[in-house]
């Protein structure tokens, strides 16, 4: 399901058009990206356009392109496996263009996710998100420390959950976890 326009300083997250389609396969297949990202096979463009089609009817999640000031469109981030009773979400990121990393865009991007997931992605539930979980491998510190950045606690670490096939080894899955109270109050914002 595609959302609203985001707003942020220097980029907007917007909904993912068919034109995109095609950015999206190469970010994804980026080695680094899938290295990063649980059970991702190579995606071809006629799979993302059925997947393209299905998402547009999935109330579940709801995706966004980062449309960056400076460099046009730079990856996608989203809210997936909603729970829609208690307001329970995932997430998922990926700045897919290089030029793009390591200039504060992410960061930027996923205040403007969690602003939204939190106080106005209409859910179901009474309040909208209760809780957001991030899982991510243990080797990837430029997550880990962007989650906690922007106030994700860590909550667990699932030992050999993953298989490195590149690395050939198993590596850690910490989970991360983020609930509307504690965002409310780094906003400053009445519950
Ligand atoms: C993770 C990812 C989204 C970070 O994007 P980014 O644009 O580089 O992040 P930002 O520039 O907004 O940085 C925000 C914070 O992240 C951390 N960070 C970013 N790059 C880092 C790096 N190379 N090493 C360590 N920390 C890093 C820093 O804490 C940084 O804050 P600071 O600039 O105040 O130090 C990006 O690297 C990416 O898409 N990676 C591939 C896909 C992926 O791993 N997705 C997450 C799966 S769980």
Known sequence: MNGPRLAGERLALRPITPADLPSIVRWRNRPEVRRNIP????LTLPAQKKWYKRYLEDPSQV??????AEFGPIGVFGLTDL???????????????????????????LELLLDFGFRKWKTGSPRGLHRVTAEVFDFNEPAIALYRKVG???EGRLRGAHWDAGKRRFSDVLVLGLLREAWLRRRSVKP
Do not use: T
Not at 39 to 42: D, E
Not at 63 to 68: E, K, S, T
């Open 83 to 109: 729970e829609r009773d208690e307001g329970y979400a995932r997430l998922g990121i990926v700045i897919g263009e290089p030029k793009a990393r390591g200039k504060g865009l992410a960061r930027e991007a």
């Open 152 to 154: 994700f606690k860590d």
């Open 39 to 42: 059970n991702q096979p190579l």
């Open 63 to 68: 995706r966004f392109v980062l449309d960056a």
